[in-house]
């Protein structure tokens, strides 16, 4: 089978697809065929040894997958050969074939195509998790999402109106806000104007923002601390810019507000009943699919490297009836990636 291989830290330039064995089975594990996988920006740390975590060498990247179960170990009940299903690993998504636990498998919910449910586990999750265990955020309260319009910033706008919240999304385009207000931001402002912080408070009343849905990083991270209400709370990401920020401790005393970590890939939620899928209110959000057309791009097996580096050509759609598998990806994360 087809896999992207890890051998060593390095530059993205240099990974390669190879032709590895099939997995096999081990007891509690199902084989699945897959048929999508997500790229974005943490694989593209992690094959250059970049991200916080290392995974050992080698290995093959991918976190996000959706597919087809192939077969089950004897000792699973419940996933019949050819059943659509959604997982979340540490890594080997980006292959032919994986054999992961069966407890790390969802069956695919219903109106989910394969794309979708590759893409939608992670930015879903994380937001809901984010945004109503860690944040609290209630009915009424102020959200600003940084990076608004790129796969994770538009899964906390939705998820955010879902909660109740009034959501100011904060992006860099025109092109880019107007998809955030399509999809439920409520106001949106460029971050990248000398005023935005103004722009703010005047959409605030004064009052800032009492939730902070952050995955950029960087100055911007500090200048949004500087706007967050009284008792607000600051929500840790990523670091999509490239640059941790350092935040003075003075910060939080003035503004009696705090800072909280939500890394990629949620706590996993709960499900009930085995292998039944998990019962989530951002399960409709995904069933919207059109909520990916402006921050995702399908592309062909071979073209994952290419994708990695922010090839164009790689990003091309396949061809009308070709066997290539089809892989998903967050565009702008991997642009910026490839430019480090």
């Not at 997995?23 to 897959?34: A, D, I």
């Not at 299903?85 to 080997?92: D, E, K, L, S, Y």
Request: glycine share 14%; net charge positive.
């Amino acid at each position: 089978m087809r896999a992207v291989v890890v051998e060593n830290y390095d530059r993205i330039e240099n990974i390669a697809i190879k032709e590895i064995a099939r997995p096999e089975l081990s007891p509690g594990h199902v084989r699945v065929r897959v048929q999508a996988a997500a790229v974005g920006f943490v694989d593209g740390l992690k094959v250059q040894g970049l991200y916080q975590t290392k995974d050992p060498l080698p290995f093959t990247p991918g976190s996000e997958f959706a597919g087809v179960v192939d077969e089950a170990a004897s000792d699973v009940a419940g996933f019949a050969r050819g059943t659509p299903v959604i997982g979340m690993v540490r890594n080997g998504g980006l292959a032919d074939y994986i054999c992961v636990r069966a407890a790390d498998l969802f069956v695919t919910p219903n109106g989910i195509d394969p794309e979708t449910g590759a893409a939608f586990f992670a930015n879903y999750l994380t937001a809901l998790y984010a945004l109503s265990a860690r944040a609290k955020l209630v009915r009424g309260e102020t959200l600003l999402v940084l990076g608004a319009a790129g796969g994770v910033g538009i899964a906390a706008v939705q998820v955010g109106k879902l909660l109740g919240a009034r959501v100011i999304a904060a992006a860099s385009t025109d092109d880019k806000r107007r998809f955030a207000i399509r999809f439920g931001a409520d106001a949106a402002l460029d971050y990248t104007g000398e005023r935005w912080r103004d722009e703010l408070s005047e959409l605030t009343g004064g009052h800032g923002a009492d939730v902070i849905y952050d995955p950029v990083g960087g100055d911007l991270s500090l200048q949004a601390f500087r706007s967050i209400a009284w008792n607000g709370r600051h929500l840790v990401i990523g670091f999509a810019s490239g640059t941790i920020p350092a935040l003075r401790f003075n910060l939080p005393l003035l503004k009696g507000g705090c800072a909280a970590g939500r890394g990629p890939g949620p706590d996993r939620p709960s499900r009930a009943g085995g292998t039944r899928p998990f019962g989530c209110p951002i399960v409709r959000l995904a069933q919207q699919q059109d909520a990916y057309s402006g921050c995702r791009k399908g592309f062909p097996f071979r073209g994952i490297p290419g994708c990695l580096r922010g090839d164009d050509d790689a990003l091309r759609p396949r061809e009308d009836g070709c066997s290539d598998q089809l892989t998903t990806a967050t565009i702008r994360s991997v642009g910026r990636m490839a430019t480090r």
